[in-house]
């Protein structure tokens, strides 16, 4: 079956670039996603990428796909304390009826001053 | 626009009791869905409709049932809650761009079974 591997844990400094991974079993999967979960609120789409594409930028955010391995990334770049929040990348499922999405478990990010 | 509403935020149950939960979207989008998310375990889907009039099962559907009461409404019970049902419930419609599909997350309703 489909599933989404992610690390639980990330902490950097105020300043720093963050990268966060995530790696996917589903080649099939027209877009990937990157949501943000932030303290007590439901998820908020931060970006995605459509499955041909190499990479995507957007303002401190780039992203980069690379299909051989099924390996997606994030990275934030000069990482603000307000950055601080779980990242979940996601894929659409194998038969994408409805939508449906396979959420990783989820890359805290701690922010330091 | 509201988004998507939940309610109610908060809940205890003891082991036995039933409730629903409440869903309503109002960006006219066609498919809707409930997740659970547990620590470690990242979102978990319960129950999607496509659209309405329609219901399927996700991943984890045991111990609930769902109504797509109409296109704004999706709505999620629990008829014998049970302690490993404690969780943080979150429900979700999406926006449709060919094969791009936007979801649109409520706040949560945080759950405990006791």
């Known amino acids: 079956g489909e599933d989404v591997e992610q690390s639980l844990f990330l902490s950097v400094r105020e300043g720093d670039s963050s990268v966060i991974n995530c790696t996917y079993t589903d080649s099939s999967s027209t877009y990937l996603y990157w949501y943000k979960q932030e303290p007590g609120a439901g998820l908020q789409l931060l970006t995605y990428i459509f499955s041909n594409m190499d990479m995507k930028q957007d303002q401190r955010l780039t992203v980069l796909l690379n299909k051989k391995d099924k390996h997606l990334s994030l990275r934030i770049a000069d990482t603000q304390t307000g950055d601080s929040a779980i990242y979940f990348c996601?894929?659409?499922?194998?038969?994408?009826?409805?939508?449906?999405?396979?959420f990783g478990q989820g890359t805290e990010l701690s922010v330091k001053p | 626009n509201a988004g998507v509403t939940q309610t109610p935020k908060f809940q205890v149950l003891k082991t036995g009791q039933s409730m629903t939960l409440q869903c309503a979207q109002d960006m006219n989008h066609n498919s809707m869905y409930w997740y659970r998310q547990d620590p470690g375990m990242g979102l978990r889907l319960i129950y999607y409709s496509a659209s309405e009039g329609t219901t399927d099962k996700g991943e984890v559907p045991n111990g609930y049932n769902v109504s797509r009461l109409n296109k704004r409404e999706f709505s999620l019970r629990l008829e014998s809650a049970a302690p490993s049902q404690t969780s943080v419930y979150f429900c979700?419609?999406?926006?449709?761009?060919?094969?791009?599909?936007?979801?649109?997350f409520g706040p949560g309703t945080r759950l405990t079974v006791t």
């Open positions: 979700a419609s999406s926006l449709q761009t060919g094969d791009l599909y936007e979801q649109y």
């Open positions: 996601a894929e659409s499922d194998e038969d994408n009826q409805g939508g449906k999405l396979i």
